[in-house]
């Protein structure tokens, strides 16, 4: 079992940063990906970004382009989510994921396995 717990989130103004974390523990072995999805109310889980175990391989949904980074510090088991520029449509409850292997579906909230319970991020205008 793995366990994934977030952690930075908060309240923030338009044009802002925050840098999220994401620790696993528990049976973690290496290659595994890692990727950040939010969900703000009504509104569907929608991929943010994801990571590969190497770092190589990056990619970010369209809207983060350019403003979030994601990285990752394998000797700790943590993943990170840089965000600049914040602005209030960027306010949901931020989850981190794992996945046992970075594919082409890294988009895709069924492609992973491991769910942390969440950290919320408010944007405020």
């Known amino acids: 079992q793995v366990q994934l717990v977030e952690s930075g989130g908060g309240l923030v103004q338009a044009g802002g940063s925050l840098r999220l974390s994401c620790a696993a523990s528990?049976?973690?072995?290496?290659?595994?990906?890692m990727g950040w999805f939010r969900q703000a109310p009504g509104k569907e889980r929608e991929f943010v970004a994801a990571i590969s175990w190497s770092g190589t391989f990056t990619n970010y949904a369209d809207s983060e382009k350019g403003r979030f980074t994601i990285s990752r510090d394998n000797a700790k088991n943590t993943v990170y989510l840089q965000m600049n520029s914040l602005k209030p449509e960027d306010t949901a409850v931020y989850y981190c994921?794992?996945?046992?292997?970075?594919?082409?579906?890294?988009?895709?909230?069924?492609?992973?396995?491991?769910w942390g319970q969440g950290t919320q991020v408010t944007v405020s205008s």
């Open positions: 528990g049976r973690t072995s290496s290659g595994y990906a």
């Open positions: 994921a794992l996945s046992s292997y970075y594919s082409g579906h890294y988009y895709d909230p069924s492609a992973y396995t491991y």
